[in-house]
Nanobody
Framework: QVQLVESGGGLVQAGGSLRLSCAAS????????MGWYRQAPGSQRELVAR???????NYANSVKGRFTISRDNAKNTVYLQMNSLKPEDTAVYYC???????????????WGQGTQVTVSS
């Protein structure tokens, strides 16, 4: 019902920048929350940043001041601008959307396929 397509991952040197994008498509009635999670090898998936429909944001302490999340409601797209990247930011980054599909009155969690971000020292 709702599909997420991510882009923008890659390899970057420490101190560099990357911008991730995630576009939601399908039969969507409303998107509530959009966010990014990440999972490094041997670690649990963790929240990186999230943004509500009212554009309230939350960030993991480890990325505050370096990462910025934003959304374009007209395009059903969420972005993650990542600056001053560190090797410890290396992980697979997953887009997450809490949305109400057109065929339902309830909201559901949807996940993207993940995009690799690798930061070299």
């Amino acid at each position: 019902q709702v599909q997420l397509v991510e882009s923008g991952g890659g390899l970057v040197q420490a101190g560099g920048s990357l911008r991730l994008s995630c576009a939601a498509s399908g039969s969507i009635f409303r998107i509530n929350v959009m966010g990014w999670y990440r999972q490094a090898p041997g670690s649990q998936r963790e929240l990186v940043a999230r943004i509500t429909s009212g554009r309230s944001t939350n960030y993991a302490n480890s990325v505050k001041g370096r990462f910025t999340i934003s959304r374009d409601n007209a395009k059903n797209t969420v972005y993650l601008q990542m600056n001053s990247l560190k090797p410890e930011d290396t992980a697979v980054y997953y887009c997450n959307v809490v949305a109400v599909p057109s065929s339902s009155l309830e909201s559901y969690n949807y996940w993207g396929q993940g995009t690799q971000v690798t930061v070299s020292s």
